[in-house]
C-alpha cells in the first residue's frame, strides 16, 4: 500500500463523496479550512492506494515545526471495511510522520448508550494500534475529545505542547480562547460553539530584493541547523554553503541569478538559479530557496517562487524549470506541486531519498 497527496479537485471530491456520509456534522471541518491550509502548505490530504486501487483516504494536520503530525480524519472507503486497511495506514501514516497526535470523541451524557458504545471502540481501536490515550482531554469547536497520542514521546506535557501549537500557530490568540480548549481543564464546562468557525488569515507581504555582498553574508542566525537543513540542496549546512555548492555545480556558462526574500520588509531568506541553454535539459534551475523557520506554512513560499519566476522567464527567456529536493520534505514538495512542477524522477543520493521535479512553461509567440 502507499500514499498519495490529493489535489484540491481531488480533495473536493472525496469530502463530496465519502467524508460528509463517513462524519457526523458535528465533526466535520468545513472543506474551504482544508483548502486553506493547503494553500498555506499545513495540510497532506492522502488517499491510500492498494494494487492502484483507492482504499482509504487520511487527513493530516501539520504544525508550524513539522514535529508530527494531527490526524484529523481516517477513513476506509465503502466496500472495503472489516480488512485490517485501518491498522495498516495508522502504520504507514506513523512511518511517514514519526509522531501522531489524535482527537476521538469522548463518550458523554449528552449522546445515546449506542452513540457513546461507537466512541468507546474507536478510542479502542487506536489503542490496539499503538496510541495512548492522554492524561488531558481538549474541547474544539464545542465537541469534547479524548486526546490520543503514538510516538516516542512518554511526557504528556510535551505532547500536550505539540498538540496545542498545530491550533496556536493557525488561529489567532482570540480565537484559540474562544473556541480552542485544549487541555480542557478538570471541572471546566465545554464553551458552545456553532461548528466549525474560520477566520481571516492575511500571509506576509512577500518581495524579492537585490543579493549584496551584505544580504550575502547573512548567516540566518534565528534558524537552527536542523531548519536549515531541511530546506537546503544537498550536502549544504548552512546558507553559505549552499551558496558555494551552487557555484561548484553549475554548468560551465550558465547564468547565475540571486535574490533576497523579503517579508514585510525583513530579509527573511534567499533564492537562487542558474539559467543555461543546452539540448534535452531544462533552461532553469532552481538551485535553492531558503526561509527563516516562522514563515512556514504561511504561502511566503509560493509568493516568492512565483515572484522569482515571473523574473527570469523574461530574464533568460526560460520555458522550463527543474528543482531537486528530499523526499521527506513534504513543504517543499506541496510547494513544488502546488506551482504547477511534476514529478520527474525519484532517487537516491549519498543514502538520502530525494525527488526531481519539472516546470513546462507554454509561452505565446508574439
Given at each position: 500500500m502507499k500514499l498519495k497527496l490529493l489535489s484540491k479537485e481531488e480533495l473536493t471530491a472525496l469530502y463530496q463523496?465519502?467524508?460528509t456520509a463517513d462524519f457526523p456534522r458535528s465533526e466535520l471541518k468545513p472543506l474551504k479550512a482544508m483548502l486553506r491550509l493547503m494553500d498555506l502548505g499545513r495540510y497532506d490530504p492522502l488517499l491510500v492506494l492498494k494494487d492502484g486501487a483507492a482504499v482509504g483516504y487520511a487527513m493530516v494536520?501539520?504544525?508550524?515545526?513539522?514535529?508530527?503530525?494531527l490526524l484529523e480524519y481516517l477513513g476506509v472507503l465503502r466496500g472495503k471495511r472489516n480488512g485490517g486497511l485501518g491498522t495498516k495506514i495508522l502504520a504507514l501514516l506513523a512511518q511517514r510522520y514519526g509522531q501522531l497526535f489524535g482527537e476521538a470523541e469522548a463518550p458523554g451524557p449528552e449522546a445515546s448508550p449506542e452513540e457513546n458504545d461507537l466512541r468507546r471502540r474507536r478510542i479502542a481501536f487506536y489503542e490496539r494500534n499503538g496510541f495512548r490515550v492522554l492524561d488531558y482531554q481538549c474541547a474544539l469547536f464545542g465537541v469534547r475529545f479524548?486526546?490520543?497520542?503514538?510516538g516516542p514521546e512518554r511526557d504528556d506535557r510535551k505532547v500536550e505542547a505539540l498538540h496545542r501549537g498545530v491550533y496556536a500557530g493557525y488561529f489567532s490568540p482570540a480565537h484559540m480562547e474562544r473556541y480552542i480548549q485544549l487541555p480542557l481543564k478538570p471541572g471546566e464546562a465545554v464553551k458552545p460553539a456553532p461548528e466549525w468557525v474560520e477566520e481571516?488569515?492575511?500571509g506576509p507581504a512577500v518581495a524579492l530584493g537585490e543579493r549584496t555582498a551584505q544580504t550575502a553574508a547573512h548567516s540566518f542566525d534565528k534558524m537552527n541547523t536542523a531548519a536549515i537543513r531541511k530546506t537546503l540542496p544537498m550536502k549544504a549546512k548552512t546558507a553559505d554553503e549552499a551558496v558555494a555548492d551552487f557555484h561548484a555545480s553549475q554548468t560551465p556558462g550558465a547564468s547565475s541569478f540571486g535574490?533576497?526574500?523579503l517579508a514585510d520588509g525583513r530579509h527573511v531568506g534567499d533564492v537562487w538559479c542558474y539559467?543555461?541553454?543546452?539540448e534535452d535539459e531544462p533552461d532553469a534551475m532552481v538551485s535553492y530557496c531558503v526561509f527563516a523557520p516562522e514563515l512556514w506554512g504561511r504561502g511566503a513560499a509560493t509568493q516568492a517562487l512565483k515572484l522569482f519566476l515571473d523574473e527570469i522567464v523574461p530574464k533568460y527567456a526560460v520555458k522550463t524549470v527543474g528543482a531537486f529536493t528530499f523526499s521527506d520534505n513534504i513543504p517543499s514538495i506541496r510547494v513544488l506541486e502546488k506551482n504547477g512542477f511534476r514529478l520527474m524522477e525519484e532517487f537516491t543520493e549519498d543514502g538520502v531519498p530525494s525527488r526531481y521535479y519539472q516546470l513546462s512553461l507554454h509561452q505565446e509567440k508574439g
Open positions: 463523496n465519502e467524508m494536520w501539520l504544525p508550524e515545526g513539522r514535529e508530527g503530525a479524548h486526546c490520543l497520542y503514538r481571516a488569515f492575511p535574490r533576497t526574500i539559467a543555461f541553454h543546452q
